[in-house]
């Protein structure tokens, strides 16, 4: 199985700050690697695919970057509704595998 | 317009098999590339992979689980079905239907989730 460790698990930060948010892999791949936003009792939601590629409808203010075992999502300018819990996931090999989560504050 | 929608119970006794289907619209599991997924989540925990389920009726489990768990599909009635074997108190979890997405199966839509509460 493919191993994903975010870092870190919970990250104090203020509006208008820059976020940055880590996921490493286990075992190197290319870009199959996607962030979700979730919300207390709501389902995750899809920010970015691809390592890189903004889901359509998510503010441009979301990122990401990253291939082989290292990837970010980066927010450039934290909002009030950015408050939430963000996961990676690896969809290169079955299990598709979740980071632990990190927890914005 | 894709939308998800999980059913089954909300509370299992340890021992007990549990059963939830999957019912969704705006895709066909015929197509190409299409598949079918669950996760699941503990209350305060993380997001856990669980199965997926592809239109060729292909289909992967997580390793840890993969002894108790079984997806199927049907087509016709546009469901899916999960069912997971000998139910314990550790198998507490919101279940989430999901949509992963080709190529690069990103999951795209989610159901709302179903919360299951294993308790005698």
């Known amino acids: 199985d493919i191993q994903m460790t975010q870092s870190p698990s919970s990250l104090s930060a203020s509006v208008g700050d820059r976020v940055t948010i880590t996921c490493r892999a286990s075992q190197s791949f290319s870009n199959y690697l996607n962030w979700y936003q979730q919300k207390p009792g709501k389902a995750p939601k899809l920010l970015i695919f691809a390592a890189s590629n903004l889901q359509s409808g998510v503010p441009s203010r979301f990122s990401g970057s990253g291939s082989g075992t290292d990837f970010t999502l980066t927010i450039s300018s934290l909002q009030p509704e950015d408050f939430a819990t963000y996961y990676c996931?690896?969809?290169?090999?079955?299990?598709?595998?979740f980071g632990q989560g990190t927890k914005l504050e | 317009q894709i939308t998800l929608k999980e059913s089954g119970p909300t509370l299992v006794k340890p021992t007990q098999t549990l059963t939830l289907t999957c019912t969704f619209s705006?895709?066909?599991?015929?197509?190409?590339?299409?598949?079918v997924g669950w996760v699941r989540q503990p209350p305060g925990k993380a997001l856990e992979w669980l199965a997926i389920i592809h239109w060729d009726d292909d289909k992967n489990y997580s390793p840890s689980l993969k002894s108790r768990l079984t997806i199927t599909k049907d087509t016709s009635k546009n469901q899916v079905v999960l069912t997971m074997t000998n139910m314990d108190p550790v198998d507490t979890a919101t279940y989430y239907c999901t949509h992963p997405n080709w190529p690069y199966r990103q999951i795209d839509y989610w159901g709302q989730g179903t919360l299951v509460t294993v308790s005698s």
């Open positions: 996931q690896q969809s290169y090999r079955t299990p598709h595998s």
């Open positions: 705006g895709f066909s599991l015929s197509t190409s590339g299409v598949g």
